[in-house]
């Protein structure tokens, strides 16, 4: 009987015990996770969540196994007394515009860069949020390690009147990006995204004229006003100088996109290892995409809302569109110092 009476006790101390063990190996796994870098995943989090996860894996291993390739004393693993946490901060460079002008081409193929950390939605900070303050801006921001370079791009900042003080009273030696293509060309990639959405709006004739009988143009107009650059390059000048400021060929991003992001990273500060090995012009869409990577079953392309199908314009507006920006296309090429060759 004794026997008997005591298995109900034997059996609790038994499952005791196997509780405290179970209880301790758990401790030790955490203890043991901690010790071996538990923060690795927030340090590959945009690579994660960007569709070019894959290939800026890839883009890192190439890098570090080619002969051309110098690494920096910051990443390396020998020396002593370097900062290899990853911390979110403000930003070092923004693409501040301009729309419809190849912002998101140009920002997803700089994240193939493995020293760029850039943001892949637009967080609007300086132009809708610049009330909830530097703080949650910071937030945002991905992780990087120090001499990574963290970037985001809003376009809309450009033709905000605010937006150059606001960005001057949080960084006055940023670096400012502005993707740029010939106004007449933007506006109607502007109404072509606007009528994907709203289909039932006038013609883009129509919209082009506050009176057509007149000819007078409508330059108040969101697709029309947006293109004229000079007028809104004179308030970012009036506080960050010209050198800081880097102007991307909306154009020849499109006909030579590896030129153009090697200019991009020597503005940037950065090694020329996003080259023409890494695209392809896609005939279908119209413009450079990715090649497809070693161990990636397809090459990538930006979305199905990029490369939109253009409405046909009457080539009488066209010319007086033409007429129209004429002078302020000419001032802004005397603005910015370059040449963009628009008609």
């Known amino acids: 009987m004794a026997t008997f009476s005591n298995a109900p006790l034997d059996l609790r101390r038994l499952l005791q015990k196997l509780v405290i063990m179970f209880s301790f190996s758990i401790i030790c796994v955490s203890i043991l996770y901690v010790l071996l870098g538990c923060c690795e995943p927030d340090l590959v989090d945009s690579s994660q969540n960007s569709p070019l996860g894959w290939y800026n894996k890839t883009v890192l291993r190439e890098t570090l196994t080619a002969p051309h390739y110098v690494a920096d004393d910051s990443v390396d693993g020998n020396s002593s007394g370097k900062d290899w946490t990853a911390t979110r901060r403000l930003p070092d460079a923004l693409i501040i515009g301009v729309k419809k002008g190849g912002t998101r081409a140009l920002l997803e193929f700089l994240r193939l860069h493995p020293d760029v950390r850039a943001l892949g939605s637009e967080p609007h900070f300086f132009d809708r949020h610049y009330m909830r303050g530097l703080g949650w801006y910071r937030s945002m921001m991905p992780k990087a390690l120090n001499g990574q370079i963290v970037m985001e791009k809003t376009p809309r900042y450009f033709i905000s009147p605010e937006t150059p003080g606001r960005i001057h009273a949080m960084s006055r030696d940023i670096k400012l990006i502005v993707v740029v293509r010939d106004p007449i ?75 153009e992001l090697g200019r991009v990273q020597d503005f940037l500060g950065l090694q020329r290892i996003i080259t023409d090995k890494h695209f392809y012009f896609n005939k279908t869409k119209g413009f450079p995409c990715l090649k497809k990577p070693e161990g990636s079953s397809k090459p990538h392309c930006l979305g199905k809302t990029k490369g939109r199908t253009h409405p046909k314009i009457d080539q009488k507006v066209i010319q007086k569109l033409r007429e129209f920006y004429q002078p302020h296309n000419l001032k802004f090429y005397q603005m910015a110092g370059m040449d963009f060759g628009w008609q």
């Open 185 to 259: 060309t933007r506006a109607i990639s502007d109404y072509t995204q606007i009528i994907s959405k709203t289909p039932d709006i006038p013609s883009f004739e129509s919209l082009t004229f506050k009176n057509r009988s007149t000819g007078q143009i409508d330059s108040l107009w969101s697709p029309l006003y947006i293109g004229l650059y000079a007028r809104h390059l004179e308030r970012w000048l009036a506080y960050f100088p010209l050198s800081q400021i880097h102007f991307v060929h909306g154009e020849r991003l499109i006909s030579d996109p590896a030129g």
